[in-house]
């Protein structure tokens, strides 16, 4: 079958970097995508890697190495407002995304 | 400006009845989704549709509907049928279904069946 495994929760202090990791076992492969979501709100696109390295857009960064079915998402200087969900989702075969449950960031001052 | 629009927000029904939820987009994007979230759980796809007047199913359509009338709108009833309907719904929508474009959601109807 297939699956995305995230850690449930993560905790994180204002102004430290966090890395959420994210393991992938799919029917094929075309991307991962990372979404950020705030509580009841819709999640929204943070990035898409589909080669293996690092991807950079400013305080986020993810990474991707397929063959071992790994990514993570990098968070630096952290900011109350980065409290939220994250979901890694894959691009699988037939161009479908499957998607992990979410790891919720908790920030503390 | 271009965007998802669900409507209600929040939703209360009783047990028993069907019940529509609003999707409007103004993208001009094709493809449209339909996910549910649950705590604890990962979205889950409900339905989807690549183009007008054609719809597929997705892992778990039981108990819901849809229809693709127009470009833009892409309404799900949730049935009687559906045994556990209580759930946050999300709408999405991208240029493609066949392509690596991200999808765009709309704000969630959170449905709560009494």
């Known amino acids: 079958g297939q699956n995305i495994d995230q850690p449930t929760e993560m905790t994180a202090t204002e102004g430290a970097i966090v890395q959420i990791n994210c393991t992938y076992q799919?029917?094929?492969?075309?991307?991962l995508f990372w979404y950020q979501q705030h509580a009841g709100e819709a999640p929204t696109f943070l990035s898409y890697n589909v080669l293996d390295g690092l991807e950079e857009k400013g305080r986020f960064s993810s990474f991707l190495s397929r063959s071992k079915g790994y990514s993570y998402l990098l968070l630096k200087e952290l900011q109350m407002k980065d409290s939220a969900s994250y979901l890694c989702?894959?691009?699988?075969?037939?161009?479908?995304?499957?998607w992990g449950a979410g790891t919720k960031l908790i920030i503390k001052p | 400006d271009g965007g998802i629009t669900q409507s209600p927000k929040y939703l209360f029904r009783k047990e028993g009845q069907n019940v529509t939820l609003s999707c409007e987009q103004n993208?001009?994007?094709?493809?449209m989704y339909w996910y549910r979230q649950d705590p604890g759980q990962g979205l889950r796809l409900i339905y989807y549709?690549?183009?007008?007047?054609?719809?597929q199913k997705g892992d778990i359509a039981e108990g819901y509907s849809v229809s693709r009338e127009k470009k833009e709108s892409f309404p799900l009833t949730v049935t009687s049928a559906q045994k556990n309907p209580t759930a946050f719904y999300l709408c999405?929508?991208?240029?493609?279904?066949?392509?690596?474009?991200?999808?765009?959601f709309g704000p969630g109807t959170r449905l709560t069946v009494l």
């Open positions: 549709s690549q183009i007008v007047n054609d719809f």
């Open positions: 993208l001009n994007h094709d493809a």
């Open positions: 999405a929508s991208s240029p493609q279904t066949v392509s690596y474009n991200e999808q765009f």
């Open positions: 989702a894959v691009l699988d075969s037939n161009y479908q995304l499957i």
């Open positions: 799919t029917s094929g492969f075309n991307g």
